[in-house]
Nanobody
Framework: VQLQASGGGLVQLGGSLRLSCAAPSRSTFSGYAKGWFRQAPGKEREFVAA????????YYADSVKGRFTISRDNAKNTVYLQQNNLKPGDTAVYYC?????????????????WGQGTQVTVSS
């Protein structure tokens, strides 16, 4: 599974972005649960949000709950992360991961495939 993340950029405090993570093959994409993680300079990669294979189950890190929304469109081979009310603490490189696990986990080691990352920078 090859994942391509995009949609990052520079926004001001309170702004919004929508990140996308696309996979080229529908047959493999729909069979994987997906997760978004982020990594700030000098810090470990941390969990942001995850979504099950069909999109019926989603969950979030407490730090983004109520501000971020994960969704997926299997017909377009894409998973999204809508980010609203962005804060400087959200500044990081955001990565999407894919896992064959039925229930996607909250740790990076549980994901088998990764995209290249997209930078999100929030200025105050």
């Amino acid at each position: 599974v090859q994942l391509q993340a995009s949609g990052g950029g520079l926004v001001q405090l309170g702004g919004s972005l929508r990140l996308s993570c696309a996979a080229p093959s529908r047959s493999t994409f729909s069979g994987y649960a997906k997760g978004w993680f982020r990594q700030a300079p000098g810090k470990e990669r941390e969990f942001v949000a995850a979504i099950s294979r069909r999109g019926s189950i989603t969950y979030y890190a407490d730090s983004v709950k109520g501000r971020f929304t994960i969704s997926r469109d299997n017909a377009k081979n894409t998973v999204y992360l809508q980010q609203n009310n962005l804060k400087p603490g959200d500044t990081a490189v955001y990565y999407c991961g894919a896992t064959s696990a039925v229930v996607p986990g909250r740790t990076p080691s549980g994901y088998e495939y990764w995209g290249q990352g997209t930078q999100v920078t929030v200025s105050s």
